[in-house]
C-alpha cells in the first residue's frame, strides 16, 4: 500500500501571498503525480499534474516534484479568498491513485 | 462532452435497506475508479472496474459491498443493508486507461458525487 502524506492544515494565509502545499509519498516507483482542489460539499477538481522532476507553472499554480526526495508540492501566487477549500495531493502507481488525506487552505481577505 | 454523470446526487436510506449508485464514465474512458469519503476525512479507494471486470477491489468492505461495470450501461456501486456508518460521500471517477505510467495519461475526472444518508 503506498502511502501519500499531507499536512492536515489549515493553513491561512492573507490574499496576495504565496501559499505553499507539501506532500511527500513513500513509492519510489510512482511516475504520475497530481493536485485537485476540493470545495466544501463537491468534487475534486484536477488543477495541476506533474511527471518530470523540476517545476511546472500554470497561472498562479507552480507544481514542484523531487523524485529523489520524493516530495512534491503545490505553490499558489498572488492568493485569492477563492482559493480556500482543501488541496489533495494524489500519486499514481499502476493502475492505482492514492490520495493524501489533504490540506485545508484558507485565504484570508 | 459530458462528464462523470452520477445518480442519484443525494439518496436517503433506513437502516437495512439496499442503496445502489450509479457512474457513467466520460465519454471515451473504459476505466472507473469508486472512492468514498467521510465528513472532514480524505477519498478512500474502493474498487476499480473496467467493463464486465473487477481489476482491484482491496478498498471495498468484504460484505454488503458489490460493484460492477457491465458491458451496456453504467457502474453500479451497491450497499446492500445499510447501516448509519455508510453514510457518506460516494465518488466514482475514470480515466482513459488505467494502465502503466505513460506520461501524460492517466487522468482521473470525478463525477459530482452521491452523497448517502443512513436513516
Known amino acids: 500500500q503506498k502511502e501519500v502524506e499531507q499536512n492536515s492544515g489549515p493553513l491561512s494565509v492573507p490574499e496576495g501571498a504565496i501559499a505553499s502545499l507539501n506532500c511527500t509519498y513513500s513509492d519510489r516507483v510512482s511516475q504520475s503525480f497530481f493536485w485537485y482542489r476540493q470545495y466544501s460539499g463537491k468534487s475534486p477538481e484536477l488543477i495541476m499534474s506533474?511527471?518530470?522532476?523540476g517545476d511546472k507553472e500554470d497561472g498562479r499554480f507552480t507544481a514542484q516534484l523531487n523524485k529523489a526526495s520524493q516530495y512534491v508540492s503545490l505553490l499558489i501566487r498572488d492568493s485569492q479568498p477563492s482559493d480556500s477549500a482543501t488541496y489533495l495531493c494524489a500519486v499514481k502507481g499502476g493502475n492505482q491513485f492514492y490520495f493524501g488525506t489533504g490540506t485545508s487552505l484558507t485565504v484570508i481577505p | 462532452n459530458a462528464g462523470v454523470m452520477q445518480n442519484p446526487r443525494h439518496l436517503v436510506r433506513r437502516r437495512g435497506q439496499e442503496a445502489r449508485l450509479r457512474c457513467s464514465p466520460m465519454k471515451g474512458h473504459s476505466h472507473v475508479y469508486w472512492y468514498r469519503q467521510l465528513p472532514e476525512e480524505g477519498l478512500k479507494f474502493m474498487v476499480y472496474?473496467?467493463?464486465?471486470?473487477?481489476?482491484?477491489e482491496s478498498g471495498m468492505p468484504k460484505e454488503r459491498f458489490s460493484a460492477e461495470f457491465p458491458k451496456e450501461g453504467p457502474s453500479i456501486l451497491r450497499i446492500q443493508q445499510v447501516v448509519r456508518g455508510d453514510s457518506a460521500a460516494y465518488f466514482c471517477?475514470?480515466?482513459?486507461?488505467?494502465?502503466?505510467?505513460?506520461?501524460?495519461?492517466?487522468?482521473?475526472?470525478f463525477g459530482a458525487g452521491s452523497r448517502l444518508t443512513v436513516l
Open positions: 471517477a475514470s480515466s482513459p486507461t488505467g494502465t502503466g505510467e505513460t506520461v501524460g495519461a492517466n487522468v482521473l475526472t
Open positions: 472496474l473496467q467493463k464486465e471486470n473487477i481489476i482491484d
Open positions: 506533474i511527471y518530470s522532476n
